[in-house]
């Protein structure tokens, strides 16, 4: 015995389908994160938008101090990924992102020094400006994964940690 997938079959699958999507909404109607269309391992990874693809890596040997502008924090991910915070930090001579590898949290106007890290072998998750994401796919457009306001300013780029 076989069964037809007949169109009205069909539509009802379909209905019970997104419903189940809207059942899985918050109360301000904003999918929860892992509900959200997009994956959150793709969204989150490092140079997963355009203006991300064009940071300028450098490497700087004898480390670096200055002025905390915005420190985003990355969410806590699965275990074989690796949450980086990402600093932009105002400098005596320029103003650069740091991927901080280690542990901790600082605001801006914080004062701190770094010293060169390495990219890390694995999988990395880096903050998501969530707000823009839902502000953009609200409005039509297509949503774009950024960290923060700083990803097309701010093109030098680093990996390091923060000395305590």
Known sequence: MSIKLTPFIFNVIV??????QLAAQTQT?????KDWK?????????LSNTSQCN??????????EGTVIAWDQAPEQ?????NVSVAIL????????????????????????ITQGSEPAEDVAVPLDRDFYIQQERSGEKPICRINK???????????????
Not at 29 to 33: E, L, Y
Not at 78 to 82: C, P, R, S
Not at 90 to 113: E, W
Request: net charge positive; with cysteine.
């Open 38 to 46: 997009h994956s959150p391992r793709n969204c989150h990874h490092l």
């Open 90 to 113: 105002k400098t005596a001579k320029d103003t650069i992102r740091v991927l901080i590898l280690n542990k901790g949290h600082h605001k801006p106007g914080d004062h701190i020094k």
């Open 150 to 164: 700083y990803d097309t300013q701010i093109l030098k780029t680093m990996w390091g940690n923060v000395v305590n």
């Open 55 to 64: 940071w300028q890596f450098i490497e700087v040997k004898a480390g670096l």
């Open 29 to 33: 109607g904003i999918p929860i994160h």
């Open 15 to 20: 209905l019970l389908l997104v419903s189940n």
């Open 78 to 82: 699965e275990k074989e990924i690796t």
